[in-house]
């Protein structure tokens, strides 16, 4: 399913926020509508906290394009690697590398805890802080069907 949303990067004013080639740029979001079509589930984006711009440069969040929104199929749990900031750990003006900076993550239908990271997500080797390699930084692993 489509939903019509009030496109975040131009705050519905269909307008370049930033006006880099001139003021009355039309917003290369929406292409000047004002609203964008999302598909859902939407959630907000977490990188750009669903401003729809880039946290560090005039431009339009990498994440979400500059909607403001993500859709992230079900289901989906709070990215336990970047603890559901969509920013990568101590480099925060990239995005995390598990969910892409969308926060949240899908995960397998019957899932557990993973053993390895214990759901953090985390795996700190040498002193640097690595996604977990089992459960790919999600926390979570699936549960083998028997
Ligand atoms: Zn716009
Ligand atoms: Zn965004
Ligand atoms: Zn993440
Ligand atoms: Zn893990």
């Keep these: 399913m489509f939903i019509e949303k009030k496109c975040a ?3 519905g004013e269909g307008l370049d926020p930033f006006g880099i080639l001139s003021t009355r740029s039309k917003c290369q979001v929406c292409g000047g509508r004002g609203t964008v079509k999302v598909s859902e589930p939407v959630f907000e984006c977490a990188f750009c906290e669903g401003t729809g711009k880039h946290p560090r440069q005039r431009t339009t969040c990498t994440t979400c394009g500059g909607k403001g929104v993500v859709a992230v199929r079900e289901p989906s749990i709070e990215c ?12 925060e ?4 590398s598990v969910c892409g900076g969308k926060g949240r993550a899908t995960v397998p239908e019957s899932r557990e805890t993973c ?14 802080v690595l996604p977990c390699v089992t459960c790919g930084g999600k926390g979570v692993t699936r549960v083998a069907q028997k």
Aim: glycine residues 18%.
């Design 9 to 11: 990067y131009c705050e």
């Design 80 to 91: 336990a690697y970047c603890e559901g900031t969509g920013r990568h750990y101590g480099q």
């Design 93 to 96: 003006w990239l995005s995390c």
């Design 115 to 128: 053993k390895a990271c214990e759901g953090s997500g985390e795996a700190r080797i040498d002193g640097s």
